[in-house]
């Protein structure tokens, strides 16, 4: 396999490069990174026409390379490229993100469209995981010099740190079978099964199925009834005292109030929307991972 590199210097980079190799004819893009540059390769082949969206390889250089070590994938660059070339392409879901963002937590590296003075309309994909609340505000505060020295395992310690002075997120949740107004803790749309560095919040999800996995963790009033939220954590109820776990094809947010954006990270990146829609576009593209991963459903 005849092989260009592309070096990313800023946001974005990887998702230009990505749509300019699609444009041209490259059979794959290989995304050297971690989830982040994930991401933005999956946005650079989603903006492709179907017919032009090249096979995504990925070599997991990053921290926490949650979406690399869920399929499967070899963790040493040499393995990795070689896997790009052996493995067969298999067919995986893509979730795309209708948002409104305030103009003034509007980040340029996005496309966005203005339809008022003070929003924005944001398009944008993933693939692995949206957090909102707690998980993505240990995401997005976690310095980048402990993410290096520790990997995933810096998550964890921001996390720890957090939950003593934990803070509720309110909002409404709207899907094909109900509406509900929450005080959530953390909220999790898993197209993929593990974020933040190995946390598993959807550990019945399938990459193909055409589903969302959505976890609810509710806020709680005492840290006496913590460890209950340990135990549900174990096994994850539909419908327990913490923890609400269910699948849709389509889901909507909303912060309430709504200029109380919720932290949020989509495969890693933070974002901050007002509200937002979460749907399932099915066997979108195409990664060059196992078969007989655990993530792809028979």
């Given at each position: 396999m005849d092989l260009t590199v592309r070096v990313t210097w800023e946001e974005g980079d990887a998702t230009v490069f990505t749509h300019q190799a699609g444009q041209e004819g490259f059979t794959h893009v290989i995304a050297g990174g971690g989830d982040g540059t994930v991401n933005e390769v999956v946005n650079g082949i989603m903006r492709l026409p179907r017919e032009q969206r090249p096979i995504m390889g990925v070599v997991p250089l990053g921290s926490a390379n949650d979406f690399a070590r869920s399929i499967g994938l070899p963790l040493a660059p040499q393995q990795a490229l070689e896997a790009v070339c052996e493995l067969e392409p298999q067919a995986i879901d893509a979730v795309l993100i209708n948002a409104t963002q305030s103009k003034s937590s509007f980040d340029t590296a996005i496309n966005g469209i203005q339809d008022s003075p003070d929003h924005f309309h944001v398009s944008q994909y993933y693939i692995n995981m949206l957090t909102g609340g707690f998980g993505a505000e240990v995401t997005s505060s976690t310095p980048k010099r402990l993410k290096r020295l520790l990997g995933g395992g810096a998550y964890?310690?921001?996390?720890?740190?957090?939950?003593w002075?934990?803070?509720?997120?309110?909002?409404?949740?709207?899907?094909?079978?109900?509406?509900?107004?929450?005080?959530?803790?953390?909220?999790?749309?898993?197209?993929?099964?593990?974020?933040?560095?190995?946390?598993v919040l959807a550990p019945r999800a399938s990459l193909n199925d055409g589903y969302l996995d959505v976890l609810m963790v509710h806020d709680f009033s005492s840290i006496a009834r913590l460890p209950r939220l340990m135990e549900e954590l174990k096994s994850f109820p539909a419908d327990g005292e913490f923890l609400s776990y269910f699948a849709t094809r389509r889901i909507t947010v909303?912060?309430?109030?709504?200029?109380?954006?919720?932290?949020?990270?989509?495969?890693?990146?933070t974002r901050h929307f007002e509200a937002f829609t979460a749907e399932v576009e099915p066997l979108a593209l195409s990664v060059a991972m196992r078969a007989d991963s655990a993530l792809l459903a028979p």
């Amino acid at each position: 396999m005849d092989l260009t590199v592309r070096v990313t210097w800023e946001e974005g980079d990887a998702t230009v490069f990505t749509h300019q190799a699609g444009q041209e004819g490259f059979t794959h893009v290989i995304a050297g990174g971690g989830d982040g540059t994930v991401n933005e390769v999956v946005n650079g082949i989603m903006r492709l026409p179907r017919e032009q969206r090249p096979i995504m390889g990925v070599v997991p250089l990053g921290s926490a390379n949650d979406f690399a070590r869920s399929i499967g994938l070899p963790l040493a660059p040499q393995q990795a490229l070689e896997a790009v070339c052996e493995l067969e392409p298999q067919a995986i879901d893509a979730v795309l993100i209708n948002a409104t963002q305030s103009k003034s937590s509007f980040d340029t590296a996005i496309n966005g469209i203005q339809d008022s003075p003070d929003h924005f309309h944001v398009s944008q994909y993933y693939i692995n995981m949206l957090t909102g609340g707690f998980g993505a505000e240990v995401t997005s505060s976690t310095p980048k010099r402990l993410k290096r020295l520790l990997g995933g395992g810096a998550y964890s310690i921001m996390g720890a740190a957090k939950a003593w002075r934990h803070r509720s997120y309110q909002g409404r949740l709207n899907w094909g079978d109900g509406e509900i107004d929450v005080s959530l803790l953390l909220l999790a749309l898993g197209n993929g099964r593990q974020s933040g560095g190995g946390q598993v919040l959807a550990p019945r999800a399938s990459l193909n199925d055409g589903y969302l996995d959505v976890l609810m963790v509710h806020d709680f009033s005492s840290i006496a009834r913590l460890p209950r939220l340990m135990e549900e954590l174990k096994s994850f109820p539909a419908d327990g005292e913490f923890l609400s776990y269910f699948a849709t094809r389509r889901i909507t947010v909303t912060s309430q109030p709504m200029e109380a954006c919720w932290p949020l990270t989509l495969d890693g990146e933070t974002r901050h929307f007002e509200a937002f829609t979460a749907e399932v576009e099915p066997l979108a593209l195409s990664v060059a991972m196992r078969a007989d991963s655990a993530l792809l459903a028979p």
